[in-house]
């Protein structure tokens, strides 16, 4: 039976970068060896390199200003990465949820971080809106995609100080204006690779502002420097990252994904309008086009979860098992997730509502 993977992360790949990978395991480049075993110095793997960084590039329309750096250690890593290169004295996060959070704890460890906003009274359904953003800080902290709650930044916002994205989980889903970000960053594993490699794209121009010493790895500069070769990088996961961009571009890059991505949220939100079984708690105006979850109706709500779970998997339905802060079911809908998939689950839960009534 085909599978139709909606898992959160890490999520589904596009089929040819998967084959790709398997045959740079086995050989690569013709060389009679192992992608995997060949040093990173090696002209062949500084192609991968540049050729991610430049298909990026292209992908995001990176201006000059911004260098893009693939670093191990994940978006988790970047949470205390980035204050120690930004903070002197005080930052803002924007409390959207559950990595929001996460990242804020670890700023806290480094100067005075303010929470701006804050979505926990309705347990994380909306995007705070409208906020004061204080001009004394030195950066300020968004979640744009919130994986969990599945809530997203629609647009880029506005902000008087550097701005700081994670975009671990929305990277590519949609346009974004690269230069109104000092930086934005996130693992790859949610919608651009596999896990294993962090992506970075930062303003040059604001680094070095910080009174602290920077040990060498846990310094931007060090890496821009480097370019992204100051130690080993993730070689594996680069390459696949590279193979899901060439992808990505093959099919008319971020505009087209976009509109894509349009179609297929419309497709499964307006299922989960539609069906009397189940209903969505994000508000209308945030909801994800990445992470859709969902939950049984009122009337439904003695039902146990794992009776669609079960059905779902028996239509070959993979990674629909709500996170436990929200309960129910979360479709994730990633780049590489095909609409058809998207219609299974939608001609799924139609099935299911009949079997029910
Ligand atoms: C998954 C996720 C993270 C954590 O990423 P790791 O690479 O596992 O550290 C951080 N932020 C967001 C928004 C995520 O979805």
């Known amino acids: 039976m085909k599978k139709h993977n909606f898992s959160a992360g890490p999520c589904i790949l596009p089929r040819i970068a998967i084959e790709n990978a398997a045959k740079a395991i086995l050989d690569f480049n013709g060389m009679g060896l192992s992608l995997i075993e060949i040093s990173h110095r090696t002209k062949d793997f500084e192609d991968v390199l ?74 994380n359904t909306y995007i705070p809106k409208g906020f ?67 992506f970075v794209i930062v303003n040059e121009s604001m680094l070095g502002k910080v009174d602290r010493k920077l040990p060498s790895m846990i310094n931007y500069k060090t890496h821009i420097d480097g370019g992204s070769m100051f130690n080993t990088p993730p070689v594996f996961p680069i390459f696949v990252v590279k193979e899901t961009l060439k992808w990505l571009k093959s099919i008319g890059g971020v505009e087209a994904m976009a509109a894509i991505n349009k179609q297929k949220a419309d497709l499964l939100y307006g299922e989960i309008e539609r069906n009397e079984m189940f209903s969505c708690p994000v508000e209308v105006q945030d909801r994800s086009v990445m992470n859709v979850p969902f939950v049984y109706s009122d009337k439904y709500k003695d039902m146990e979860p794992t009776a669609f779970l079960n059905f779902a998997k028996d239509n070959g339905m993979i990674g629909l098992k709500g996170h436990r802060l929200v309960g129910g079911f979360r479709a994730s809908i990633y780049n590489a997730l095909p609409l058809e998939s998207v219609q299974a689950l939608v001609d799924c839960m139609k099935e299911f509502e009949q079997k029910c009534k």
């Not at 480094?110 to 926990?120: H, K, L, P, R």
């Open 132 to 198: 004061n953003i204080p001009l004394d800080l030195d950066y300020l902290h968004i979640t744009t995609n919130n994986t969990i709650f599945g809530t997203q930044f629609k647009e880029d916002i506005d902000c008087p100080v550097p701005l700081i994205a994670d975009m671990s989980s929305d990277i590519l889903s949609r346009k974004v204006d690269v230069s109104k970000y000092a930086l934005i960053y996130g693992g790859a594993q949610k919608n651009m690779g596999p896990a294993g490699v962090t």
């Open 50 to 123: 540049d050729e991610a960084t430049a298909l990026l590039t292209e992908l995001l329309d990176i201006p000059a200003t911004h260098k893009v750096l693939w670093l191990g250690g994940g978006a988790s890593t970047q949470f205390y990465f980035v204050p120690f290169n930004f903070m002197n004295k005080k930052a803002g996060y924007v409390n959207t949820g559950v990595w929001a959070k996460k990242a804020l704890k670890e700023a806290k460890l480094f100067g005075d971080a303010v929470e701006v906003a804050c979505s926990e009274d309705k347990n």
